[in-house]
């Protein structure tokens, strides 16, 4: 039997430029590439470690159901068994008398059980006992007392007919069950892998943003300082200058902002990851930018086989078929078949009281020889006449029931074809506008060159400075966008397909399952 393993094919992202909060010279931050955040996630996840309970507990159960087709044995001890109570004797023609009986009894009984395929079981069993009996007659003021020592070896079948399978239906529902909460599993690892990476990404915009933020302050700094020298010159007016000082106060408020905002996406990246909000981080990674193809019938098609949903629901579909035939089968006509054979002796009556148990226990055992041999055979049916319409009922729910399940299997193969569709859309998407905005950002890094050197020989104003010093901060912005958009995109893409055109890499593999 197979199954899909999920293989999580982490993205390889190399050790490069570095971005966070703590500074280069800060050795105390613990410093996560894209890889290691993934696999911190997955040992510290609590919604894996909850599942990873709940998939013990269908195997544990799955056993279970197994060992329901092997051979079990019970022991029973009555060890001791003591009664004296008052019992009522009458007398033909007379009143009653009262008499005390006293009984002893010290009992083993076992019995070997043999589960049979057909739902049937077939048992051995084996009984000994040893009995002191004593009754006090009161008005005869007479005590009688005796001891009997009784073996008996038997065999014993029961077979129930015309009716389901109680026996494989409950191992198949828990082998469904195993089935279904491993792919659980797997999605959910899935699940991780992608809110890690979507995380991993909005920190790494986090960070960069308030780089840019710095950037744009020192680049105003270097405005102002001329302004103001050529203010003090002669060369340009007190508007300009008034001007540039109120651009450098808005862009240390951009930076206290874009600070603000670094502390609270890397305490969202650390609970996301399972790490306490106290340790300080970094994450490591480079800005590379690297276009795939994609094809979109492979990743459909390879979607659709191994979407772990379509498997659940697919699950959920047999399960409401077992439970249609449980409720349908308590109004049908049953029967069972039940037979028995055993050899049974008792010890002679007439032994002395003062007899040993190994004695006894001999005479036991050549009665149980000489005796006939107890056997019979039962055929038992049982015909549901009218129960007022109830079982018909339940089982028009657990066909309604059923019928649900069949509309969302299909529901479900629209919505992962529609997930791909879409996911592939946005990749496309995302890596287009990283293009065109990486050549942006690039345009306006140099046109801003050019008009730092423009201001400075008075060609320009200090207003149409900090205009294209603005057009610099929003290309880098929108181009940080496009790239964190794209990476988290990709993720998802890998989530919903699970392949990796970016390798050409399948996400699961074929393994006997265990």
């Not at 009894?105 to 009995?131: C, E, K, M, S, W």
């Not at 933020?213 to 008034?242: C, H, M, T, W």
Request: proline share 3%.
């Amino acid at each position: 039997m197979k199954r899909a393993t999920v293989v999580l094919m982490l993205m390889a992202i190399p050790c490069g430029e570095l971005f966070a909060q703590a500074t280069s010279a800060d050795s105390t931050a613990r410093v996560f590439t894209l890889s290691e955040a993934i696999n911190y996630a997955l040992q510290r996840s609590f919604s894996v470690k909850s599942l990873g309970l709940s998939l013990e507990a269908a195997r544990q159960n799955l056993q279970a159901r197994k060992g329901n087709f092997k051979t079990n044995a019970q022991l029973r001890l009555d060890s001791p068994n003591l009664t004296e109570q008052l019992l009522a004797v009458e007398v033909a023609n007379g009143l009653p008398s009262y008499t005390t009986r006293g009984t002893l009894r010290f009992n083993g009984a076992l019995d070997i059980n043999q589960p049979l395929p057909t739902n049937g079981v077939f048992t051995l069993t084996g009984q000994a006992y040893q009995q002191n009996v004593s009754t006090f007659i009161q008005n005869e003021d007479s005590k009688l007392k005796r001891k009997d020592f009784l073996t008996s070896i038997g065999l014993r079948l029961s077979q129930p007919l015309f009716t389901i399978n109680t026996l494989k239906l409950g191992y198949e529902e828990a082998n469904l069950n195993y089935d279904r909460t491993s792919g659980q599993i797997r999605r959910n690892e899935l699940e991780v892998v992608y809110s890690v990476t979507q995380a991993f990404f909005q920190l790494y915009s986090a960070t960069r943003e308030l780089e840019i933020a710095r950037e744009d302050l020192q680049q105003q700094e270097e405005a102002f300082n001329l302004a103001s020298k050529k203010y003090a010159a002669g060369l340009i007016p007190e508007v300009e200058a008034l001007q540039t000082e109120v651009d450098l106060a808005q862009s240390r408020n951009r930076v206290y902002s874009a600070e603000s905002a670094l502390h609270r996406q890397e305490d969202l990246f650390k609970q996301v990851i399972g790490m306490p909000l106290a340790e300080r981080i970094a994450v490591q990674t480079t800005v590379d930018f690297k276009p795939f193809a994609i094809d979109l019938e492979k990743a459909i098609a390879f979607g659709m086989a191994h979407r772990s949903e379509i498997r659940e629901q697919q699950i959920e579909k047999r399960l409401q078929e077992i439970e249609l035939k449980r409720t349908d089968a308590r109004s049908e006509f049953k029967a069972e078949l039940s037979a028995y054979y055993d050899l049974t002796g008792i010890s002679d009556p007439t032994l002395p009281y003062e007899t040993g148990t190994e004695e006894l226990l001999r005479s036991s055992w050549r009665d149980l020889r000489d005796r006939p041999k107890n056997r019979g055979v039962q055929f038992s049916v049982s015909v549901p006449l009218w129960d007022s319409g109830v079982n018909g009922a339940e089982v028009s729910a657990a066909k309604a029931r059923l019928d649900q399940a069949a509309l969302r299997v299909e529901d479900e193969r629209i919505t992962v074809e529609r997930e791909i569709k879409d996911v592939v859309a946005r990749v496309r998407e995302a890596a287009n506008r990283v293009e065109v905005l990486e050549k942006s950002q690039k345009l306006a890094e140099r046109s801003y060159e050019i008009s730092v050197a423009r201001f400075d020989n008075g060609d320009i104003s200090a207003q149409e400075l900090a205009l294209d010093r603005r057009r610099l901060t929003d290309a880098r912005t929108a181009y940080l966008n496009a790239y964190t958009d794209y990476q988290t995109a990709v993720a998802d893409l890998k989530r919903k397909t699970l392949y990796d055109f970016e390798n050409d890499k399948s996400l699961v593999e074929e393994e006997a399952k265990q």
